[in-house]
């Protein structure tokens, strides 16, 4: 039960918070924003440390392996100080005379970030690194299970701060044991909400009065049409569904092939691993049961998920994930929604027409506006999901789960965080990154007038319509 002292408790964090912030702006420099944010990311790469986050990780959450995990701390945070490096986000950023506008970067001041559990120090760290390099500091609210990574996270930060001479109270967490009304505070009176994870989390963000920043439910679909290089296909497909057991909003977690290589594909998927399962009822029974996900199951090492489902005498040594046949799409068909396991759905397509209509479809159930995949030599295919289908992002001939949060090899921000646009409910449609923990002032200067006639405005309108 919360008290008032817990709610004081969190007033004080963000109170000193915002006395750092102001000191660390009154006193910045683009030079002491970087170090900041480079402190942060020694903190998480250090192969030590990286390896004792990602233990703990695993230890406490039960989701994940520590191998991914350490993967994941180092390129999330390796990728996002490779974008970050010449970003200029102290003092004038831009002066055009043609306009006479000067702009002014600034810090928005304390960011309130709540993260999850299935990344409780990658995302953490990135929402850390982006607030730094804009001069900002920012307050933590954990899952339960993330607290004790996300605590050895802080502690790790604040032994480079030492190093430093910054000031500790520029990242914090809310005061353990956590609970919604303290997140709630927390929400309340920062000056920027940053919110991964739950979609009732997203909500409670976008309703409490501060300026949010939510992401949307993932349910990455995939296609892979007639023209697709399947062994390759199924190779990122495998690669991706299985990195650090589907934790990821970007792991597949429907496949919708085309029946004219629909055979092929399937042999190339159990070449990689994958097993092909045609009766979906013994697996949304063990998957669902009483209608919540099984914690046996998700995010679990594949033979742990094959022992929780009682498949694992029944499939291949070896099996690394399960491809579910199924028709069914919404509410009454859990499977064409997210499983945050090694379960992927299974569509058989007539054509690359019905494979986007289903895809679609999918997606207007759970997932709209995260992104889709696609596996085909057809570029022109890409672009026509871009066009049609609910999404923000079309991943083309890629491990997904790598590619959508930013990738060395495309042109994505590295991010955990993916915005949904107005399909998913959310403020932006890209990766967040450093451009949205900044702000800018504008000085604008008189310049020549540049005022047109209004026939300069209206012929081509008043030759076509008529005046």
């Keep these: 039960m919360t008290t008032p002292d817990d709610l004081t408790q969190v007033d004080l964090v963000i109170a000193r918070a915002r006395k750092a912030q102001l000191a660390f702006e009154a006193h910045g420099s683009q030079a002491r924003y970087d170090q900041a944010a480079q402190a942060v990311g020694w903190a998480i790469m250090e192969p030590a440390r990286n390896r004792s986050l990602a233990e703990l990780s695993v230890q406490t959450t039960g989701l994940g392996n520590v191998a991914d995990k350490i993967t994941k ?38 960011v309130g970030a709540v993260v999850p559990s299935t990344n409780p120090a990658a995302t953490p760290a990135n929402n850390i690194i982006n607030a730094l390099k804009g001069g900002n500091a920012i307050v933590l609210s954990p899952s339960p299970k993330g607290i004790p990574a996300c605590a050895l996270l802080l502690g790790y930060i604040y032994d480079e701060f030492d190093k ?31 919110v991964t994870g739950s979609q009732d989390n997203v909500r409670r963000a976008y309703t409490c009065g501060t300026p949010a920043i939510g992401v949307g439910a993932g349910n990455v679909t995939v296609i892979v049409d007639e023209t697709a290089d399947l062994a390759g296909a199924a190779s990122k497909i495998t690669a991706s569904k299985t990195f650090d057991n589907a934790t990821s909003c970007s792991s597949e977690n429907a496949l919708v092939v085309v029946d004219a290589i629909y055979d092929a594909f399937i042999s190339a998927m159990a070449a990689e691993g994958g097993f092909l399962v045609r009766d979906e009822a013994p697996i949304i029974a063990k998957l669902w049961p009483n209608g ?32 579910v046949e199924t028709l069914g799409i919404g509410p009454d ?3 064409s929604g997210e499983k945050l396991s090694r379960i992927v759905a299974l569509y058989r397509a007539k054509d690359f027409a019905d494979a986007k209509a289903i ?51 495309n042109g994505l921000p590295f991010s955990l965080s993916m915005g949904c646009g107005s ?13 949205h923990f900044i702000q800018t ?19 081509e309108y008043w030759a076509a319509a008529g005046k």
């Design 333 to 335: 068909h859990p499977l």
């Design 292 to 323: 919540h996900l099984n914690r046996a199951v998700i995010a679990q090492d594949a033979d742990v998920m094959l022992e929780a489902l009682n498949m694992a005498d029944s499939v291949p040594q070896g099996t690394k994930f399960l491809a």
């Design 73 to 110: 701390n180092h390129r999330k945070t390796l990728g996002l100080l490779r974008d970050i490096a010449d970003a200029k986000t102290f003092g004038v950023v831009l002066d055009d005379a043609s306009t006479g506008i000067t702009e002014i970067a600034r810090p928005i001041g304390v």
């Design 423 to 435: 399909w998913g409910g959310n403020s932006i449609d890209g990766n967040l990154n450093w451009t």
């Design 359 to 409: 895809t679609s479809r999918i997606l207007s159930h759970q997932g709209a506006g995260h992104s889709v995949g696609l596996h085909s030599t057809l570029d022109a295919r890409a672009l026509e999901l871009g066009r049609e289908v609910p999404t923000c992002r079309v991943i083309v001939n890629q491990a997904h789960c790598f590619a959508t949060g930013g990738a060395f090899n």
């Design 164 to 194: 430093l001479g910054l000031d500790h109270d520029l990242v914090q967490m809310v005061p353990a044991p956590g609970s919604k009304a303290k997140t709630q505070r927390m929400l309340e009176t920062t000056d920027l909400v940053i």
């Design 441 to 459: 002032t504008k000085i604008a200067r008189e310049i020549p007038a540049h005022e047109p006639a209004v026939e300069d405005i209206f012929a």
